[in-house]
């Protein structure tokens, strides 16, 4: 089993930064993608970030060039580093952790969110 948790919501203003940090623990291959989703009030969960075993990333459209994912296999740690921030960027982020990756599918797992506020 996989637990993931959140942490580093919070409350910034508009063109702050912010770090969101997801800390993996349990049994996790070596080989899996780490994502971050966000889901605002009213709305569908939507990927932001995701960052395979590898290093290599994908953003939504909304967030390149403001958002990098990284991760620290060491420490069992995905970060999600936010710049230039606007209001619309507001939601629970949550962590996933897709893992037992094989042709004929993949187990997810997924933490509980932390919330970010963005103030205009």
């Known amino acids: 089993q996989v637990q993931l948790v959140e942490s580093g919501g919070g409350l910034v203003q508009a063109g702050g930064s912010l770090r969101l940090s997801c800390a993996a623990s349990?049994?996790?291959?070596?080989?899996?993608?780490m994502s971050w989703y966000r889901q605002a009030p009213g709305k569908q969960r939507e990927l932001v970030a995701a960052?395979?075993?590898?290093?290599?990333?994908d953003y939504a459209d909304s967030v390149k060039g403001r958002f990098t994912c990284s991760r620290d296999n060491a420490k069992n740690t995905v970060y999600l580093q936010m710049s230039s921030l606007k209001p619309e960027d507001t939601a629970v982020y949550y962590c996933?952790?897709?893992?037992?990756?094989?042709?004929?599918?993949?187990?997810?797992?997924w933490g509980k969110g932390t919330l970010v506020t963005v103030s205009s």
């Open positions: 960052i395979g075993s590898g290093g290599h990333t």
């Open positions: 349990g049994s996790i291959f070596s080989i899996n993608v």
């Open positions: 996933n952790c897709r893992t037992d990756i094989t042709t004929w599918g993949h187990k997810d797992y």
